[in-house]
């Protein structure tokens, strides 16, 4: 296998991408570079470097977001169809013409310089600005494409057990495991020349005079392209040959499908019922944690924690997030986790048991928010107890109990708005 | 009432019409009970008030002497039901049900799982009890259903059509299991609308038709018919027609 012809969906989409394709793009990154100038607008200069930080970041999710719910969950047909197009386009741009990642070079700070000129800001605050979204737009997408490259190069050369154990249950088959945790890495290792510029904006704004913010951009991002294509192009045929295990993965017959995979350590020791529910808890949707993650730093950025507390209370806020989309996803599986236990023998009291044994202990960052959160202020503290008591409230729903899981949706509605106020 | 279930004077309507009208009905240990009847007969309806699923309107179901509706978790710990679409949590195995059954019944589970694994290889399902029951195929989810219930080690065993999806060396395999289980004193009882293999399994036959039953045969009458299908086949429509008759009167 030394010499694998090029991607046949690669070839066809060469052949299929219209211009009007590039320009709807490039004019999406100008439009999105132009409300990034619009939202510094009433930002204190002070703040202007961490704002744009955030804003890059907002930016920079829709690549990996959309790798990662594309990718990973390529169950149905729809998705499939995504993996073998888009996922061969995005490879054929990166290791050909590139004509997306161009326009939004091109596109991003043009959009952004041409709306804060247009409203008065600084002029040489608004080329700081430029280049710190640039660079962490172009960034996660370089990134991404890096990364996703290289978890395809694994898929080919045969996923391990380990990448195995950590795809779980449905993200499709474990032999693309590995594209699990691409983007995720992708968006965080993609922000950190964004992050190093908005450091020394901060520190030091005399030395990233317009013309070094430009210069540094420019030799981070085409350094980061250059050494992207190169990787994309040594890995074409691997991603070549992972394309066909994951399309040979997805046609697999039922007989042959995934295992399940062994439960949480804590969980096995549990008594009958609570690994029963636990079970279905962990696996519902395994990809929550990222979400979280993704939150939780998404409100580092926009919050600015000063102090541990706050720090603490973001912390705990993403972790009760996650024990919250677990507890959701246990409520919508209510009914059928319901009747199965009825019919294997179960009994509704040791199952509201169960109920509660989780509930105490997925509330324990809730209640650390609590603590942490009143230390930190009454507008924390409010917020925290109020989270505190939607996510007790979620846990402690009866299955199916779709009254209490709306109010529990409201309480920490509430919660996140208190909490952002209160610490914002 | 000795029998493991016994069902009296059992009566149920939907919506003003009545589906089953004064069921008598004992299952005696030892023996497969073949439940025949026309679609939309009540055999289904049955079965679910007969597995404590459904509630009669009127009329009492005793499992090893424990009223369903009164001592529920008794008798229902007494017996397994499979339906025609068995309520499997789709993103735990086979296995971990069987583990949950384990915990909740308090079965051995050393003879369970040895159990469910010989049930499973029998059906040809034995590399799928280790899967996430939403990946499997329809077929499959039923095959292991009926691996669980057979696993149980009830008294009493309810199976809804229970050979439907089924190719022809798995339905030959069930036969076997189910006789097995009879052998062990199981009282089981198998609605199907099938009477080829209802006559091939069954120590009795009982035919339901417009919400009673129409025709009783113990394991002598059914012999009377020296494995003739379609003499049996005659009966059973004969008897459905004399219910449709007596219905409509």
């Excluded at chain 1, 990166?94 to 700070?109: D, E, F, H, K, M």
């Excluded at chain 1, 737009?137 to 694994?154: D, F, H, K, R």
């Excluded at chain 1, 990222?290 to 603490?312: D, N, Q, Y």
């Excluded at chain 2, 004992?26 to 073949?34: F, K, Q, R």
Aim: glycine letters at 10%; hydrophobic letters at 55%.
């Amino acid at each position: 296998m030394s010499a694998m012809p090029a991607a046949p969906a690669a070839r066809q989409l060469d052949r299929a991408r219209s211009p009007l394709a590039v320009v709807g793009w490039a004019l999406a990154a100008g439009s999105y570079g132009a409300l990034a100038a619009w939202g510094l607008q009433d930002t204190a200069p002070a703040l202007w470097a961490d704002r744009a930080l955030v804003l890059a970041g907002l930016g920079a999710l829709p690549a990996p977001v959309a790798l990662l719910s594309g990718l990973t969950t390529p169950t149905h047909a729809v998705t499939r169809r995504f993996l073998g197009q888009t996922g061969a386009s995005i490879f054929s741009d990166a290791v050909r013409s590139a004509w997306l990642l161009v326009a939004t070079l091109l596109a991003v700070p043009a959009g952004f310089l041409l709306a804060s000129f247009s409203l008065g800001l600084d002029a040489v605050a608004a080329q700081r600005g430029a280049a710190v979204l640039s660079s962490g737009v172009l960034g996660a997408a370089i990134a991404s494409m890096t990364l996703l490259a290289a978890a395809m190069a694994t898929i080919a050369a045969g996923t391990q057990g380990a990448w195995r154990a950590a795809a779980g249950v449905g993200f499709g088959p474990p032999e693309v495991a590995p594209l699990l945790y691409a983007p995720a890495l992708a968006f965080l290792a993609g922000l950190i020349p964004a992050a190093l510029l908005t450091a020394l904006w901060n520190a030091a704004p005399q030395v990233l005079s317009a013309e070094r913010a430009w210069a540094a951009t420019a030799i981070v991002l085409v350094g980061s392209a250059l050494s992207a294509r190169r990787r994309c192009a040594r890995l074409a045929p691997q991603v070549h040959r992972a394309l066909l295990v994951i399309e040979q993965a997805h046609a697999t017959p039922f007989a042959l499908a995934e295992e399940a995979p062994q439960p949480p350590r804590w969980l096995a020791a549990q008594e009958t019922s609570v690994q029963f529910l636990g079970r279905a808890w962990v696996r519902r949707y395994p990809a929550s944690l990222f979400v979280s993650v993704l939150i939780a730093l998404a409100a580092t950025l926009a919050v600015g924690p000063k102090t541990a507390p706050e720090s603490v209370v973001i912390l705990c806020f993403a972790a009760t997030l996650y024990a919250g989309t677990r507890g959701l996803g246990l409520l919508l599986a209510g009914p059928e986790l319901s009747a199965a236990a009825a019919w294997l023998g179960g009994r509704s009291d040791t199952l509201r048991a169960a109920e509660r044994s989780l509930a105490l202990r997925l509330t324990t960052p809730a209640i650390t928010a609590i603590a942490a959160g009143w230390t930190s202020g009454a507008w924390g503290g409010a917020a925290a107890g109020l989270l505190g008591g939607a996510v007790t409230a979620a846990l402690l729903v009866r299955l199916g109990h779709r009254a209490v899981a709306v109010w529990a949706g409201r309480l920490g509605l509430a919660a996140a708005m208190l909490l952002v106020a209160g610490l914002g | 009432m000795n029998a493991p279930l016994a069902a009296r004077q059992v009566h149920k309507s939907w919506l003003d019409q009545p589906i089953l009208r004064g069921i008598d009905l004992d299952l005696a240990p030892g023996t497969i009970t073949v439940l025949l009847g026309a679609n939309g007969a009540g055999k289904s309806t049955l079965i679910r008030i007969l597995s404590g699923e459904l509630i009669a309107d009127r009329g009492a179901v005793k499992v090893d002497g424990h009223t369903l509706g009164e001592q529920d978790d008794k008798a229902r710990a007494k017996l397994a039901h499979v339906a025609q679409s068995p309520p499997l949590a789709p993103f735990l195995s086979a296995l971990e049900h069987a583990e949950a059954m384990i915990g909740w019944r308090g079965l051995d589970p050393d003879t369970t799982l040895a159990r469910l694994r010989t049930h499973a290889e029998a059906l040809q399902i034995g590399r799928a009890l280790a899967r996430p029951t939403r990946v499997l195929s329809g077929g499959m989810r039923q095959k292991a259903a009926l691996c669980l219930g057979l696993a149980a080690q009830t008294q009493v065993l309810l199976l809804d059509e229970p050979y439907t999806g089924l190719d022809i060396r798995s339905a030959l395999a069930l036969r076997q299991l189910l006789q097995a289980r009879r052998d062990e004193g199981c009282a089981i009882l198998v609605a199907s609308h099938l009477a080829e293999s209802a006559l091939a399994i069954a120590d009795r036959a009982v035919v339901l038709s417009r919400g009673q039953l129409a025709l009783d045969l113990d394991a002598a009458a059914l012999a009377a018919f020296n494995d003739d299908a379609r003499a049996f086949e005659r009966a059973v429509l004969a008897a459905m027609d004399r219910g449709d008759a007596a219905g409509g009167e």
